[in-house]
C-alpha cells in the first residue's frame, strides 16, 4: 500500500490518499490544477512536506535511488537521451518479455526519432517496469494517441494490475476508470476532490 498523509508543495495540497495493492486511481482536472505536481511531489522529485510511505515504511527510510525504483515515475514527455532505443534500456532477463508486452519487441534497434509518440509512451512504461516498480505515476500516458495506441498502453496496465502493480495516473479521458476498474478523483486548485464530491446536488 502507498499511504499520502499532509502531502503538500508550495502549490498544493495538503493531500492525503490511500492506494492499496493492485488498485488503479485516475486524476483528472484542468491545466494547471496541479495533477503533475502531485505525481512528483509523490516521487520526490519536488521538494514536499508530510507523510508518504510504502508498505508501512517512510519515504525517508529508502536512498532515493530505491525509492524511485519501487515508486516509479513516468512523465508526459519521457526523456531520451541516446540515437537508439536500446542505449536507454539495461541488459536484463526479463527484456525481451518487457517489449512484448507493449507490443514493441523488435523496437531495440530504432532510433528514437522514428518512434511515434504512441510508442514513445509504450517504451516509457517499458522502462518503468524494468525497474520492478510497487507503484507507477503514469502522466497522461494515453494523451494524443489514436485509440489503438490507447488500448495498448491500457492492456499493459491492466497486466501489471493483474500482477498486484499499484497504478496512480493522470487522464484526460473520463471513460479510462471505467476501463481500467479506477477510482476517479478531480485536482482543483492544488486539491483533491472524490469523484462523488464533485457532483452537483440532485
Not at 508543495?9 to 483528472?28: K, M, Q, R, Y
Not at 510504502?54 to 525517508?60: A, D, P, V, Y
Amino acid at each position: 500500500m502507498l499511504k499520502i498523509e499532509n502531502l503538500a508543495t508550495p502549490l498544493i495540497g495538503p493531500i492525503n490518499l490511500d492506494l492499496e495493492v493492485g488498485s488503479c486511481t485516475a486524476i483528472f482536472g484542468p491545466s494547471g490544477a496541479g495533477k503533475s505536481l502531485f505525481l512528483r511531489a509523490i516521487s520526490d522529485l519536488d521538494e514536499s512536506y508530510g507523510r508518504v510511505e510504502l508498505n508501512g515504511k517512510t519515504r525517508e527510510a529508502y536512498s532515493a535511488p530505491d525509492w524511485r525504483k519501487r515508486v516509479a515515475y513516468v512523465p508526459a514527455e519521457s526523456g531520451w537521451w541516446a540515437d537508439y532505443v536500446k542505449d536507454h534500456f539495461r541488459d536484463t532477463a526479463d527484456l525481451e518479455n518487457l517489449l512484448e508486452s507493449v507490443d514493441l519487441a523488435d523496437a531495440l534497434s530504432w532510433q528514437v526519432s522514428r518512434l511515434s509518440t504512441g510508442e514513445r509512451q509504450r517504451l516509457a512504461i517499458a522502462r518503468a517496469l524494468q525497474l520492478s516498480p510497487d507503484v507507477l505515476l503514469l502522466d497522461e500516458p494515453t494523451s494524443a494517441l489514436d485509440p489503438p495506441s490507447v488500448e495498448r498502453v491500457e492492456k499493459v496496465l491492466m497486466r501489471q494490475l493483474s500482477f498486484g502493480k499499484t497504478v496512480l495516473l493522470v487522464s484526460h479521458d473520463p471513460e479510462q476508470p471505467k476501463r481500467l476498474g479506477a477510482r476517479s478523483f478531480q485536482m482543483i486548485a492544488g486539491k483533491l476532490v472524490g469523484s462523488d464530491e464533485m457532483e452537483s446536488p440532485q
